[in-house]
């Protein structure tokens, strides 16, 4: 019995309103998109809007046309049947294609674009760590830190974005980016 004999036994409706959980982010257990978090409103390659593919495990978003055949969902690259959700590219490392239960537990996903590493790839030299592995701007749409991501900036020119966009938001970042990019030759990130 869980009761003790000075509180007597919880009434059915005691029981039943201390299973209920507040809406939005649930305390523990796996969070779903829609439900406990939303999606961000722009591509996490290009960081334009319009229509978007949202990640159905995570805040990420992109744009059709901005993924690579092999980072489509099934549905979209000519696939049938396969997973009934769609994990985008930060849920695999970008040089060996291993998620993140099958890498150690643990992918260090970059918070300014689409990549990610396990802990074998890892570019130590040019990776810049987040404080804790936390994302404001995730925890913002309402995303608790996933166990096995730590976020990061994966290049030099992230986390240049990344500073330039939390001082001066996403459209100066852009357009530094863009800048640095003509200069150095490059098309796109």
């Known amino acids: 019995n869980n009761y003790t004999l000075e509180e007597g036994e919880k009434s059915v409706f005691a029981s039943e309103l201390a299973k209920d959980k507040p809406s939005g982010i649930a305390a523990h257990g796996r969070q779903i998109a829609g439900r406990d978090y939303d999606n961000e409103g722009h591509c996490l390659r290009c960081w334009d809007g319009g229509d978007l593919l949202l990640c159905d495990q995570c805040c990420a978003s992109y744009h059709e046309s901005c993924l690579l055949p092999h980072?489509?969902?099934?549905s979209r690259n000519g696939q049938s049947g396969g997973a009934v959700?769609?994990?985008?590219?930060?849920?695999s490392c970008r040089e060996c294609g291993q998620k993140a239960h099958a890498?150690?537990?643990?992918?260090?996903?970059?918070?300014?674009?689409?990549?990610?590493?396990c802990e074998d790839h890892l570019?130590?030299?040019?990776?810049?760590?987040?404080?804790?592995?936390?994302?404001?701007?995730?925890?913002?749409?309402?995303?608790?830190?996933p166990a096995q991501a730590y976020f990061i900036q994966c290049s030099p020119a992230c986390t240049q974005f990344a500073k330039t966009r939390k001082a001066d938001g996403v459209l100066a970042a852009i357009n530094e980016?863009?800048?640095?990019?003509?200069?150095?030759g490059v098309k796109s990130k």
Do not use: Y
């Open 103 to 117: 890498s150690g537990g643990m992918l260090f996903r970059c918070t300014e674009c689409p990549t990610a590493f």
């Open 123 to 145: 570019p130590i030299d040019d990776v810049h760590l987040n404080e804790n592995g936390r994302e404001e701007r995730f925890e913002a749409l309402g995303q608790r830190k």
């Open 85 to 91: 959700t769609w994990g985008c590219p930060h849920h």
């Open 71 to 74: 980072e489509l969902p099934p």
């Open 177 to 184: 980016a863009q800048a640095a990019r003509a200069k150095q």
